[in-house]
């Protein structure tokens, strides 16, 4: 019995080991079996959405963003003015002070001929002052010498060039009672000469007041015998004169000066 019983426990022990051993090795291939082949575990990340942005946002986020834009535009006009500015002011310095230099090279030029162009008129106006001359020629003279007057005093200032053209127009005078033809109404070939002060004068006898310094202009009125009126320019034996409504021309030898009537 002692025998038996340690052979038949090893009995058991081998059967229970041929048992054991296939079944773990079954389990350890469904193990290995179910790790090779088992898919990986996809982990999702799940992002944040962003919260819904109001029209009213939308439209806050565009007016800032034009805004912005004129802000930048404003900038740049603002950048160009100053710089047109800083160049006009520039351009006009520079201007003056060409006009400066201009000017000072024309005084510096012009002051011999100046002083001997009054002398001339000078010399002429005591010339005219030895000649008997009509009413209407003491007209021109007198514009004539207030006009030399008139340059003398630019003369005096260093004014040459002002002075220069008050000589010439007193010449133009001086010339104009000295030259015959003018009396001639048919003589065509006459220049406007503006009168630097305007005349009085006083109709001598009924005139006609025309509408140009031609004798067959239109007639603009009829003056009477002792009108007064004013001279303000001559063309050849014409005279503009002005009265209180009208403008027109009238022979000189229609008129004299109010001063040389006798009372």
Same mark, same amino acid.
Do not use: C
């Given at each position: 019995m002692k025998l038996l019983i340690p052979a038949t426990s090893f009995s058991l022990f081998r059967i229970s080991s041929l048992i054991v051993y296939p079944l773990l090795v079954i389990l350890l291939a469904l193990t290995l079996s179910g790790c090779v082949s088992k898919e990986p575990v996809v982990i999702s990340v799940v992002e944040?959405?962003?919260?819904? *942005?109001? $029209?009213?946002e939308e439209l806050k986020n565009e007016i800032a963003r034009l805004e912005k834009i004129i802000a930048e535009k404003d900038e740049l006009i603002k950048n160009q003015q100053i710089r047109q500015q800083s160049q006009a002011h520039v351009l006009r310095e520079t201007n003056k002070e060409a006009t400066r230099a201009q000017v000072k090279l024309h005084r510096l030029a012009t002051k011999p001929s100046t002083a001997s162009a009054i002398a001339e008129v000078e010399a002429g106006l005591e010339h005219l002052k030895q000649m008997k001359i009509s009413s209407f020629d003491q007209i021109l003279q007198i514009?004539? /010498?207030?006009? +030399? !007057? %008139?340059? %003398?005093?630019?003369? @005096?200032?260093?004014q040459y060039a002002a002075a220069m053209n008050h000589v010439a127009q007193a010449n133009n005078f *001086?010339? +104009?009672i000295l030259d015959q033809n003018r009396k001639?109404?048919? $003589? *065509?070939? $006459?220049? =406007? +000469? !503006?009168?630097? #002060?305007?005349?009085?004068?006083? #109709?001598?006898? &009924?005139?006609?007041?025309?509408? !140009?310094?031609?004798? $067959?202009? /239109?007639? +603009? @009125?009829?003056?009477?015998?002792? %009108?007064i009126l004013v001279a303000n320019? &001559? /063309?050849?034996?014409? =005279?503009? #004169? /002005?009265?209180?409504?009208l403008q027109g021309w009238v022979l000189h030898t229609m008129v004299e000066r109010e001063e040389s009537r006798n009372p």
């Open positions: 944040p959405v962003p919260a819904p *942005i109001s $029209h009213d514009q004539a /010498q207030r006009l +030399l !007057e %008139t340059a %003398t005093l630019f003369y @005096s200032k260093d *001086i010339s +104009l001639k109404v048919s $003589h *065509i070939d $006459h220049f =406007l +000469l !503006e009168f630097h #002060i305007p005349v009085r004068l006083r #109709i001598s006898k &009924n005139a006609n007041l025309r509408k !140009e310094p031609n004798a $067959h202009a /239109q007639v +603009l @009125s009829t003056l009477k015998k002792d %009108t320019a &001559n /063309q050849g034996p014409w =005279l503009r #004169i /002005q009265t209180d409504k």
